[in-house]
C-alpha cells in the first residue's frame, strides 16, 4: 500500500486526543458521580456488562476518526488483474482475383469489412498490425493498439498482381518478430529442421485470401516455420467454390475460392478455417484465437473505502448510543 499524500496522516493526531478527552470526560462524570454518591443522590452499583457497553460507541467513533484521518492520505493498492495480451497480424490478400464480385460488392470489400468488423471487438492490450500480399508482401501498418490507426491502414488497400500466400506469411512473421527475417526456399527446403525464428506464443496471424496461390514460395513451408514459432494462423476463405470471372488488362480471369490450401496452413498451425461469407464471418475468430493472459498490478486509489467504513461505524456507534443511554455523546 502507498498514500498519495501522506503528510495527511498527522491529523491522525486528533485520534489520540479524543481518547484524551473521553477519559478526561469519564473521570470528571466519576467524580460528580462520587459526590452525588456520598449524599445518597445516585445509585452508585451497576452492572459490569452495563460499564462496558458504555465504551463501544466510543470506540466505533474513534475507530471511525481514525480511518477516516488515514482516507485523507489517499491510500493506493495494486491490484492483479488478469490482461489478454498478444499481436495479431490481418495478412490481406490484395490480388487481382479479390476483384471478384461472388461476395458482395467485391471480395476484397468482403474482407475489409470483415476485418474492420474483428478490429472493433479486440481490447486494447492486443496489437494489431497489416500486411497486403500480392505477387509480394508488404507490411503496411506495424502492430498497434490504435484502433483508428488499424482501421485505416485497412481502408487504404488496393489490389493488383498475383496471389503469394508464401510472401504475405513470411511478412507477417517478420511484424511479429518486429524485425526483417531472412527465409528463404533454401532454408525451406533443407533437411537439417525446421527454421527458427524465435518463439512467439501470444501472436496470431488472420489470413485473408481466396487461396489461389501463383508464388513458388510454398506457403505450407512457412505454416511450418510459423507453427515452431508458436504462431497460430487463423485462415479465412474469402470467395465462394463456384467463383467468378474477373477482367484483368482486357483479359477475363476465372477465379474460385481454394479452401483445400487455407485448410492445411491452418492446421498446420492448429489454428482455424472458416469462409468469409459476410462482414459478420470473423466473429467466430474473436473466440478462437488463443492469446496470453499476465497478471498487470494496477493501482487503484482505496480512499472512498476507507471513508465509507468509517461512516458506516460512526453511524452505527451514534444508532448504539442513542438505543442504550438516549443519547449520542
Not at 182 to 193: F, R, Y
Not at 291 to 299: A, G, H, W, Y
Amino acid at each position: 500500500m502507498s498514500l498519495g499524500s501522506p503528510w495527511m496522516l498527522l491529523w491522525l493526531a486528533c485520534v489520540p486526543a479524543l481518547v484524551l478527552a473521553y477519559r478526561r470526560a469519564l473521570r470528571l462524570r466519576a467524580e460528580r458521580v462520587g459526590r452525588l454518591a456520598t449524599e445518597g443522590l445516585v445509585q452508585t452499583a451497576s452492572s459490569r456488562r452495563v460499564r462496558w457497553r458504555r465504551h463501544i460507541p466510543f470506540a466505533m467513533f474513534a475507530t471511525a476518526l481514525a480511518l477516516v484521518c488515514f482516507s485523507l492520505a489517499r491510500p493506493t493498492v495494486s491490484v492483479a488483474l488478469p490482461e489478454r495480451e498478444g499481436t495479431v497480424i490481418l495478412a490481406f490478400d490484395v490480388s487481382n482475383s479479390m476483384r471478384a464480385d461472388d461476395l458482395e460488392p467485391t471480395r476484397i470489400d468482403a474482407a475489409k469489412a470483415a476485418a474492420i468488423a474483428f478490429v472493433e471487438r479486440q481490447p486494447r492490450t492486443i496489437k494489431i498490425g497489416v500486411v497486403a500480399f500480392g505477387d509480394g508482401a508488404v507490411t503496411t501498418l506495424k502492430p498497434s493498439s490504435i484502433e483508428e490507426a488499424v482501421v485505416a491502414a485497412i481502408k487504404r488497400l488496393s489490389v493488383g498482381g498475383g496471389t503469394s500466400l508464401g510472401q504475405g506469411l513470411h511478412t507477417s512473421l517478420s511484424a511479429i518478430a518486429g524485425k526483417p527475417l531472412t527465409i528463404d526456399e533454401e532454408a525451406l527446403e533443407s533437411d537439417d529442421g525446421a527454421v527458427n525464428i524465435g518463439f512467439f506464443g501470444s501472436s496470431a496471424i488472420v489470413l485473408l485470401s481466396d487461396g489461389e496461390n501463383t508464388s513458388e514460395l510454398d506457403p505450407l513451408r512457412l505454416a511450418e516455420v510459423a507453427s515452431t514459432a508458436g504462431v497460430h494462423v487463423h485462415a479465412i476463405g474469402v470467395g465462394t467454390e463456384e467463383g467468378s470471372v474477373v477482367e484483368v488488362d482486357g483479359f477475363n480471369l476465372a477465379t474460385a475460392l481454394d479452401e483445400g490450401l487455407l485448410q492445411e496452413i491452418a492446421e498446420v498451425t492448429d489454428g482455424t478455417y472458416q469462409q468469409a461469407a459476410d462482414s459478420e464471418a470473423l466473429t467466430g475468430i474473436y473466440e478462437s484465437i488463443d492469446l496470453d493472459f499476465k497478471r498487470v498490478d494496477e493501482p487503484r486509489e482505496v480512499t472512498a473505502l476507507f471513508a465509507a467504513v468509517g461512516g458506516l461505524l460512526l453511524a452505527l456507534g451514534s444508532v448504539l448510543s442513542i438505543a442504550w443511554f438516549g443519547r449520542v455523546v
